[in-house]
């Protein structure tokens, strides 16, 4: 999100947020742009993924919602090449349940699924709702620091000794939540709610994330970091 300070007292009205439409069904995207615009969001629409990037680039949206299935660069590289550049949220239309957790074990860093047939009640909820956890994201707290780790949400950046770690979406604000409670142990279904509220994915979602989590930590610096807590889930290693 653009971090305006305007943001932190008062949060842009929803209704009036970009959303950018990429889906090369007409008809569904059709039916999306009008339930989009009847709940108040201004819309753009993409029919491919090489046309989604360049609107993508041109009129910075506030929200994407990108099918799996597209014409000439499909959903996976289009959401790759989004979060390259920028945080904005993302729900991925996709046909199968079971894309699901195949996209998901890619770690791509979408804020949300949604599974095709859908109902476009059912996706203006999600929209509402990634919209909604956007927001309240909104820069309060710029730097977070513990011990060798500096998380900044204004940038959406995370340093571990200097070095600048890549991470998803999802991995950032599970981080950033564990940050903002060091030593303090939460369960997978704590950390689900806090970083994907509304998502219908799994509690062994988390282990995914945070197994990658370690991973790219422990590339950078070695030691353990984030602690498994048998039988309760993760916390953050409290710092000597
Ligand atoms: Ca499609």
Redesign the pocket.
């Known amino acids: 999100m653009k971090p305006a300070s305007n943001l932190i007292l008062e949060p842009m009205n929803q209704s009036s947020a970009l959303v950018l439409v990429v ?3 007409r008809d569904i995207a059709t039916i999306l742009e009008n339930f989009l615009k009847k709940q108040g969001y201004r819309t753009e629409r993409a029919a491919d993924g090489e046309s989604a990037l360049t609107l993508f680039r041109a009129c910075n949206p506030d929200l994407v919602l990108l ?4 014409p000439k660069k499909d959903g996976i590289e289009v959401l790759k090449a989004i979060r390259r550049e920028k945080q904005t949220p993302v729900i991925m239309l996709t ?1 199968r349940t079971e894309e699901i957790d195949k996209l998901l074990g890619l770690e791509l860093g979408a804020d949300d699924y949604v599974s095709k047939p859908f109902r476009p009640m059912e996706v203006m909820a999600r929209v509402k709702a990634v919209l909604r956890r956007s927001y309240a994201n909104a820069p309060v707290t710029e730097l977070f620091r513990l011990g060798a780790i500096e998380l900044d949400t204004l940038q959406t950046t995370v340093h571990v000794s200097g070095m600048s770690l890549e991470l998803t979406a999802s991995e950032f604000k599970l981080l950033q939540h564990l940050m903002t409670y060091p030593g303090r142990t939460f369960s997978r279904a704590d950390l689900l709610e806090a970083t994907m509220p509304d998502s219908n994915a799994l509690e062994r979602v988390i282990d995914v994330h945070i197994a990658n989590l370690r991973r790219k930590l422990s590339e950078v610096e070695p030691g353990e970091f984030i602690q498994n807590i048998r039988g309760i889930g993760f916390r953050l290693k409290p710092q000597a």
């Open positions: 889906e090369d069904e099918d799996v299935m597209l046909a």
